[in-house]
C-alpha cells in the first residue's frame, strides 16, 4: 500500500474544520490530482473527519488521513500519514504522541497502511509551527541537514517541507529534494495558482494544494493541470 504515493505529482488536502459544498467537492475530487488528503493543525475531530470521509468516499481516488492527534482517527482511509517533526525540541512531536497512541491502541493499529513523514515546518508564524516549536529559522543547508536526518537515518518513506499558508523558498525547498535519496519530497504552503504549483512541482515529488481550495477553487483547480 505505500508504494501508492510513489507516482503521485499532486495532491488536494481538505481540513475537516472547514466547510466546502458538495459542488466544490466534486471538482476538487474529479480534478485528476492523484489523492485526497484529510487533516488540519485544529479543530479536527472524529466526527467532523468521518462526515468528510464519507463525501470523499463517493468518488474514486485515493484518500489518505494525516494524524495530527488521536481524536481524528477514523478507519476506512487507504493510509495514514504520521508526521514526526525534525526540526523541534519537543519530545511530543517526535515520538512521544506517537509511543502513546501505540501504547493505547496497539492491537489494533493497521501498521502496513501508516506511512510516516519526516515533517520540516519553515513557516514561523504558522500554527503548526506554533505548536510543536518548531525551529523555524533554518537556512538551506540546515533544512537539509534534516531531510537527510529523516531519508537515510531514519528510512522514512516521505520528508515533507512544509512552509504552511505561505509560498516558501524554493531555493531550500530544492536544496532538500537534491538531499534525499529514497524519500519522496511533498511540499506544501502558498500554492494558490498554476505558476505557484508548477514552481514547486519542479523542485519536489508532490506539492500538496489546501488553503486555495477554500480562498479561490477556480485556480486551485489549475494547480493540477500545472503539473500533470
Same mark, same amino acid.
Given at each position: 500500500m505505500k508504494q501508492m504515493i510513489k507516482p503521485w505529482r499532486h495532491v488536494f488536502k481538505l481540513d475537516p474544520d472547514r466547510e466546502i459544498d458538495d459542488n466544490a467537492l466534486e471538482a476538487v475530487c474529479m480534478s485528476g490530482t492523484d489523492a485526497i488528503m484529510v487533516g488540519g493543525s485544529s479543530g479536527?475531530? @472524529?466526527?467532523?473527519t468521518v462526515d468528510l470521509l464519507s463525501r470523499v468516499r463517493r468518488y474514486e481516488l485515493p484518500c489518505v488521513l494525516e494524524v495530527s492527534n488521536l481524536e481524528m482517527i477514523v478507519p476506512g482511509f487507504d493510509l495514514y500519514m504520521i508526521p514526526m517533526v525534525m526540526n523541534t525540541a519537543d519530545t511530543k512531536w517526535i515520538t512521544g504522541q506517537h509511543q502513546q497512541a501505540v501504547e493505547e491502541y496497539g492491537y489494533m493499529i493497521p501498521?502496513?497502511?501508516?506511512?510516516?513523514?519526516? @515533517?520540516?515546518?519553515l513557516n514561523s508564524d504558522s500554527t503548526v509551527a506554533r505548536m510543536t516549536g518548531a525551529q523555524t529559522e533554518l537556512d538551506a543547508a540546515g533544512a537539509a541537514a534534516y531531510a537527510q536526518v529523516a531519508d537515510k537515518l531514519m528510512s522514512l518513506p516521505v520528508v515533507y517541507a512544509e512552509y504552511s499558508g505561505t509560498f516558501g523558498d524554493m531555493d531550500t525547498v530544492k536544496k532538500i529534494h537534491q538531499s534525499v535519496n529514497t524519500a519522496r519530497l511533498f511540499y506544501g504552503g502558498g500554492i494558490h495558482d498554476a505558476e505557484t504549483a508548477a514552481k514547486a512541482a519542479a523542485v519536489c515529488d508532490t506539492i500538496v494544494v489546501g488553503n486555495a481550495v477554500y480562498d479561490n477553487l477556480k485556480q486551485a483547480l489549475l494547480t493540477v493541470k500545472a503539473v500533470k
Open positions: 479536527v475531530t @472524529y466526527d467532523n501498521w502496513d497502511l501508516l506511512v510516516p513523514e519526516g @515533517y520540516i515546518i
